[in-house]
């Protein structure tokens, strides 16, 4: 063999290990997602979506989304989660306390995107200017919805005395959530009733909201409540009962009001969370922001079927009014 030959052969040789590895193709992210309902039963992966897609994701080419429901049952989040971190998910993505509050418990190193109340009292952070450890997102005002919802039914019903708060009493943030809004009823001098919507319990507190009982009910943001919503605004209808809800598309599937988060623009702007993560910033670099928008939207035809007169002024301060 010609010396010119050999150095040719050993030059390709040597540089084919460098040809291939340039040719390997790029690892796709993964973005893990738990929700306690069914598929369509939320804004939140709407908004997601299309904040990834903002950012230049392609989902299924670019990116892939990892989708799991829990159809209503709480009990299977935990194994979600874990066949999540089982696909090696870069991120986790977590609404509401519950669900983040299972993903932290089964990873500390595993990003994760949350969007929920009060990550500082149900535990999973520090601070949210620095909140250390794997977890960083989006934080509510929720307790402070608490008051508002109560004010808000009182003054659309101004004879309205008993009134029921539903809620699920294995979320995280029960005992504060009930503790606050108990202290808003006795300051508007009204009788409230906690009903759990746990599902051993739900079809009793169903019962409970009915006019012999009560004046009006609350549905706050309580992640599976809003898997249910249809059938609680199809039960407020049936019972000429007014309610407020803590989900802002309820008022366009017939709820009378709600004030709300928009959790579709939260979700879309939790997304830029996921794609610094993507690009190498850690979670606990990315201060918690604390969301201060917050929409008033009033249905007038429920209205007018419950035979309510809706108050000039707080027409006048509604962000929507559906007619």
């Not at 010119?4 to 893990?32: E, M, Y």
């Not at 989902?59 to 009990?75: C, H, P, Q, V």
Request: proline residues 7%; hydrophobic residues 50%.
């Amino acid at each position: 063999m010609s010396r010119r030959k050999f150095i040719s052969l050993l030059g390709g040789t040597i540089a084919w290990p460098f040809v291939a590895r340039a040719q390997q193709p790029r690892r796709v992210p993964r973005v893990g997602y738990v929700w306690i309902g069914a598929p369509g039963t939320d804004e939140s992966t709407v908004g997601l979506r299309r904040g990834l897609e903002d950012r230049g994701y392609v989902i299924g080419r670019t990116l892939m989304l990892e989708e799991r429901y829990a159809n209503g049952d709480a009990g299977r989040v935990p194994g979600l989660i874990a066949e999540l971190l089982a696909l090696k998910v870069d991120v986790l993505a977590t609404p509401g306390s519950l669900i983040s509050r299972a993903a932290q418990r089964a990873t500390t190193i595993v990003p994760i995107v949350l969007v929920m109340g009060d990550p500082i009292g149900a535990g999973l952070v520090a601070s949210l200017a620095h909140p250390g450890g794997n977890i960083t997102g989006l934080s509510l005002l929720s307790f402070d919805y608490a008051v508002k919802w109560l004010e808000l039914l009182k003054e659309v019903t101004p004879k309205l005395h008993r009134i029921a708060v539903l809620w699920t009493t294995d979320n995280p943030l029960y005992s504060l959530y009930a503790d606050r809004a108990r202290a808003a009823a006795q300051a508007l001098a009204l009788d409230l009733s906690v009903l759990s919507a746990q599902p051993a319990e739900l079809e009793t507190s169903l019962a409970a909201i009915n006019p012999a009982n009560l004046d009006g009910f609350v549905v706050p943001d309580d992640p599976f409540l809003e898997t249910i919503m249809p059938r609680l605004i199809t039960l407020a209808a049936e019972r000429k009962l007014p309610a407020i809800y803590g989900f802002s598309a309820a008022v366009r599937q017939g709820a009378l009001m709600s004030y709300s988060a928009d959790f579709f623009a939260l979700w879309r702007e939790a997304a830029g969370y996921i794609d610094r993560i993507l690009k190498g910033a850690l979670p606990a670099d990315l201060p918690i922001e604390q969301a201060t928008k917050v929409s008033l939207k009033i249905n007038l035809k429920t209205a007018m079927a419950l035979g309510i007169e809706l108050p000039p002024p707080l027409l006048a301060r509604a962000d929507e009014v559906v007619e």
